[in-house]
Structure formats: structure tokens, C-alpha cells
């Protein structure tokens, strides 16, 4: 078995050549540059081989899985076969933009304009928050396993929506609204804090994702020989699915730096981390 259920869908065009789907539970592998250690490797694929042949011989292929990565053993003369992939059932794949949660559960995506496709570590119950510019007017259907809601576009960038039941190791899709610049996915339950930079300084947001108000302590460490204008805040009564933020300027080398917020608001306390170029 992968270790991700993937979704339905097709290959991109990969660095060796090709893949097509023949049929259902058929791949063919058109090989138009042999790799140099003579190995194709076909990311994502969800389903398990059942056997891997050449093509036009029936010769058996040396394969193996690497992660939810397919890797075929090319012979090293002659010309590159076409290699025959038969599938343990339907195909599916796991998208090359796909997220899995981490180790606190949570998800910080930069949308790219297409739907983003998330993974959870283990089933929960997960609440969304987008972040953006979005006329207040409109209206919005949010889709996640196999639930919806709808809201108004204000609604959209001021609460938390939810909640959906993620399943366990399954790509799910999320479609993000057009002018959300950010999209914070967490379990609920969780008190979350995310950094969200600006022209001339950086914010410090923490988002209840719980049921009940939150109250904690927020600090914002930076290394040495950097500068802060404002580096610990307190926060109480903070209701359900809203957020709260801070402004404060930053100075240090130019580059890129990672910071992370320190958060403590309850053993659900979490922290997304986020670089910063100066």
C-alpha cells in the first residue's frame, strides 16, 4: 500500500519522457532521455504496481517503491524501453503540490491559483482560515472531505471556517477563492500563532481555532544582532474562529531568516513558522 490515498488524475510531463494511462490499471512509461544512472522515477503515484515490464518483450523490470514514488531499473544498453506499468487498481496519484500537516497538524499554504491538495498526519477535525482581500459581498461555497459551507466574503477573511473531518493519509482537494493570499488550516481546538509580513514591518496573528475563548502569551524571538519594536504582547477573551495581531519593525542582516513565534496558550498551542526577507 502508499502510504498517501491519492486522487484521480494525470501525470505531468516528467524529466525522462512520459507517462500514459493506457487504461484503468494500465501505465506506459515513454522513456526519451535515459537518465544517467539508468533509474526513471515516477513521483506520486498513488497505486501499487503489480508487475513492470518492457513492453514490446514482456521482460521483467526491477522496481521499487520510495515513499509514493514509483522507481524503475532501466537495462543499461540498447535503446530505453517503453516500460508497462500494471496497476493494483485505479490509477491515482499524489499531486506534486500536495501538503501534508505538520507535526502540530497544521497546514500555512501560499496559494498558487489552483486548488491546493492537503494531507493530514492522522484524522481530525480541522477548521480553515483565509487570509486576502475579498470583495465582502460575494458569496463562497468552501468544499473540504466531503463537507461544505457557505459564507459571504466577509465571513471568509474574519472567522474560521468549519468544521471539516480530515481523514487520515488522503489527499484532499481545497479550492481557495480568488484574492486569498494565505490559507491556515489547523485542528480544532488549536490556538495558533503565524507571522504575515508587510512593507515595513512584519504582524504577529493569533487565530482560535477552538470552541472557547483563548487567552496567552505571545513573544517574538529574533537572533542576534537582530532588532524588534515590539517583541511580547498578551491577548484574553480572544472568541472562537476570530484572531488578533500585533505590528511591530524589524531590523537585522539582509537575507532570508525564518522566524517563529512563541505561543503559549494552552497545551493546544501551536506556531507556523515564516521566512522573511529583509
Known sequence: MALIQGIPGEFEPQPWGEAILRSRELLLLRIARRPPDHEVRLPGLATTPRHVVEDHTGKALTWRRDGDDLVVRLPEIGEPPVVRVALQGKLRIVPPDTVTANADGVWDLTPTGTPAHLVARRATDVAV??????????????????????VTG?????????????????????????????????????????????????????????????????????????????????????????????????????????????????????????????
Open 129 to 150: 482560515r483565509f487570509i486576502g482581500l475579498v470583495d465582502p459581498d460575494s458569496r463562497h461555497q468552501i468544499r473540504l472531505a466531503g463537507r461544505r459551507y457557505g
Open 154 to 278: 466577509h465571513e471568509l477573511t474574519r472567522t474560521t471556517i468549519g468544521p471539516f473531518p480530515m481523514p487520515e493519509l488522503r489527499v484532499l482537494p481545497l479550492t481557495v477563492p480568488a484574492g486569498v493570499r494565505r490559507v491556515l488550516v489547523a485542528p480544532v481546538g488549536t490556538v495558533l500563532a503565524s507571522i504575515h509580513p508587510g512593507r515595513d514591518e512584519i504582524t504577529v496573528v493569533v487565530t482560535n481555532f477552538g470552541r472557547t475563548p483563548a487567552r496567552g502569551e505571545v513573544e517574538l524571538p529574533v537572533p542576534a544582532g537582530w532588532s524588534a519594536s515590539e517583541q511580547v504582547w498578551t491577548f484574553d477573551g480572544l472568541a472562537p474562529g476570530r484572531s488578533v495581531g500585533w505590528a511591530t519593525r524589524i531590523a537585522g542582516p539582509a537575507g532570508a531568516h525564518e522566524l517563529r513565534v512563541r505561543l503559549e496558550a494552552g497545551r493546544r498551542s501551536a506556531s507556523s513558522p515564516y521566512v522573511v526577507h529583509l
